[in-house]
C-alpha cells in the first residue's frame, strides 16, 4: 500500500506594488524652554522700580548743582527751587578766591593717584602669593594681615605722626602718600579674586614652559585679574579722595587736599552754601571722571565671570 505524497505549497511571493505597511509614528517629545538660552524680559514693575532707584541715587548730584549755581537768598526759601540758576560762575570765583582750590585738586590728584597704583600693584603681588604660591606660614601671614582690618584707624594716628615728625615730613605729601600705598582689605579683595578666576593648571603649565614668577605675573596674573583691579583701584582711589581725618592731621593750609581746602569754605557769622556746594561739586567732578573711565572694566568683569561660570 503506497503513502500518500505530502505537496509542499510554495510561498506566494509578496507583490511588489503593495503597499507596505505603515510604521507606527513615535510621539513627539514636549521640548522644555532651556533656561541658558532663553532671553528674559523685564516687566514694567521692574522698569519702574529700577528708575525709582536712578532718581533716588542722581539727586543729591543734582541737588549739588542747582545749590551750586543759586544764592544763599535764594537756598533760604521755602520751597528751595529745583531748577539751576545763574550763579554758577559768580559761586565758581568765590570758591577761587577763599581757598586754593586749583593746588588742592593738584595736591588730591597726586595723592589719590599715588595711593591707587602703589595699593593696586601691591595689593595684586600679595594676593597672588598668598592665592597660588606655596610658603611656609602663609596661613599666618594671612591671619595677621586680615586681623589688621579690626583695628581702628584712629588708634594709630598719634605713633603715625610722631614718626613722620621724626622724618620730617609734616606738611608734605609723602606722608600722606606712604601710609597707604598698601591696604589688608586691598590684599584679602585680591587673594579671593585670584582663588576664583586663576587656574592652578594654568600656572604649571607657565612653569612646565620654563617661565618664572615673575614672568607668570607680568603675563598671566595682571591680565586676569584686570578687572579685579579696576575695582580696587575705583575703591581705593575714592577712599583716598574723599579722606579728610589724616591729611588735616599731617598737612596744613598751605598743602590742603581738596576735602581740607572745603573746610575753609563758607566762612563768616552766615556760612555760605551756595559757594560750600560749589566747592563740592568742583571736588566730585574728578571722581566722576575715574568712574566713567573705569566703569567699563568693572562692568566687563562682571561679564565675563557671568559667562564663565
Given at each position: 500500500?503506497?503513502?500518500?505524497?505530502?505537496?509542499?505549497?510554495?510561498?506566494?511571493?509578496?507583490?511588489?506594488?503593495?503597499?507596505?505597511?505603515?510604521?507606527?509614528?513615535?510621539?513627539?517629545?514636549?521640548?522644555?524652554?532651556?533656561?541658558?538660552?532663553?532671553?528674559?524680559?523685564?516687566?514694567?514693575?521692574?522698569?519702574?522700580?529700577?528708575?525709582?532707584?536712578?532718581?533716588?541715587?542722581?539727586?543729591?548730584?543734582?541737588?549739588?548743582?542747582?545749590?551750586a549755581?543759586?544764592?544763599?537768598?535764594?537756598?533760604a526759601?521755602?520751597?528751595?527751587?529745583?531748577?539751576?540758576?545763574p550763579?554758577?560762575?559768580?559761586?565758581?570765583?568765590?570758591?577761587?578766591?577763599?581757598?586754593?582750590?586749583?593746588?588742592?585738586?593738584?595736591?588730591?590728584?597726586?595723592?589719590?593717584?599715588?595711593?591707587?597704583?602703589?595699593?593696586?600693584?601691591?595689593?595684586?603681588?600679595?594676593?597672588?602669593?598668598?592665592?597660588?604660591?606655596?610658603?611656609?606660614?602663609?596661613?599666618?601671614?594671612?591671619?595677621?594681615?586680615?586681623?589688621?582690618?579690626?583695628?581702628?584707624?584712629?588708634?594709630?594716628?598719634?605713633?603715625?605722626?610722631?614718626?613722620?615728625?621724626?622724618?620730617?615730613?609734616?606738611?608734605?605729601?609723602?606722608?600722606?602718600?606712604?601710609?597707604?600705598?598698601v591696604?589688608?582689605?586691598?590684599?584679602?579683595?585680591?587673594?579671593?579674586?585670584?582663588?576664583?578666576?586663576?587656574p592652578?593648571?594654568?600656572?604649571?603649565?607657565?612653569r612646565?614652559?620654563?617661565?618664572?614668577?615673575?614672568?607668570?605675573?607680568?603675563?598671566?596674573?595682571v591680565?586676569?585679574?584686570?578687572?579685579?583691579?579696576?575695582?580696587?583701584g575705583?575703591?581705593?582711589?575714592?577712599?583716598?579722595?574723599?579722606?579728610?581725618?589724616?591729611?588735616?592731621?599731617?598737612?596744613?593750609?598751605?598743602?590742603?587736599?581738596?576735602?581740607?581746602?572745603?573746610?575753609?569754605?563758607?566762612?563768616?557769622?552766615?556760612?555760605?552754601?551756595?559757594?560750600?556746594?560749589?566747592?563740592t561739586?568742583?571736588?566730585?567732578?574728578?571722581?566722576?571722571?575715574?568712574?566713567?573711565?573705569?566703569?567699563?572694566?568693572?562692568?566687563?568683569?562682571?561679564?565675563?565671570?557671568?559667562?564663565?561660570?
Amino acid at each position: 500500500m503506497t503513502a500518500p505524497s505530502t505537496t509542499e505549497i510554495p510561498p506566494v511571493p509578496a507583490r511588489r506594488d503593495a503597499p507596505a505597511a505603515p510604521m507606527p509614528r513615535p510621539r513627539p517629545r514636549r521640548s522644555r524652554p532651556s533656561r541658558a538660552g532663553r532671553t528674559l524680559h523685564a516687566g514694567p514693575v521692574a522698569y519702574a522700580i529700577l528708575i525709582v532707584a536712578v532718581l533716588v541715587s542722581a539727586f543729591p548730584f543734582y541737588w549739588t548743582l542747582v545749590a551750586a549755581s543759586r544764592s544763599n537768598a535764594d537756598l533760604a526759601q521755602v520751597p528751595p527751587s529745583l531748577v539751576p540758576g545763574p550763579h554758577l560762575i559768580r559761586n565758581f570765583e568765590a570758591v577761587l578766591e577763599e581757598a586754593d582750590i586749583g593746588k588742592a585738586l593738584l595736591n588730591s590728584l597726586i595723592v589719590s593717584g599715588s595711593i591707587t597704583l602703589g595699593t593696586v600693584l601691591c595689593c595684586t603681588l600679595a594676593g597672588f602669593a598668598f592665592a597660588k604660591l606655596r610658603f611656609r606660614g602663609r596661613g599666618a601671614l594671612l591671619a595677621l594681615t586680615v586681623g589688621t582690618m579690626m583695628i581702628p584707624p584712629q588708634l594709630g594716628v598719634i605713633p603715625l605722626f610722631m614718626m613722620i615728625a621724626e622724618l620730617g615730613w609734616v606738611n608734605q605729601l609723602q606722608s600722606v602718600i606712604l601710609p597707604g600705598l598698601v591696604s589688608a582689605f586691598g590684599v584679602f579683595f585680591m587673594r579671593q579674586y585670584l582663588v576664583q578666576t586663576l587656574p592652578d593648571e594654568l600656572i604649571e603649565a607657565a612653569r612646565v614652559d620654563g617661565a618664572s614668577t615673575a614672568r607668570i605675573f607680568w603675563s598671566i596674573v595682571v591680565p586676569i585679574a584686570r578687572p579685579g583691579m579696576a575695582v580696587l583701584g575705583l575703591l581705593t582711589f575714592m577712599a583716598a579722595w574723599n579722606d579728610f581725618f589724616w591729611p588735616i592731621v599731617a598737612l596744613t593750609s598751605s598743602e590742603p587736599t581738596v576735602q581740607v581746602a572745603l573746610r575753609q569754605l563758607g566762612g563768616g557769622y552766615v556760612h555760605d552754601q551756595s559757594v560750600i556746594m560749589a566747592g563740592t561739586l568742583l571736588g566730585t567732578l574728578p571722581v566722576l571722571l575715574v568712574f566713567g573711565l573705569l566703569g567699563r572694566q568693572i562692568v566687563g568683569g562682571i561679564m565675563q565671570g557671568a559667562v564663565k561660570g
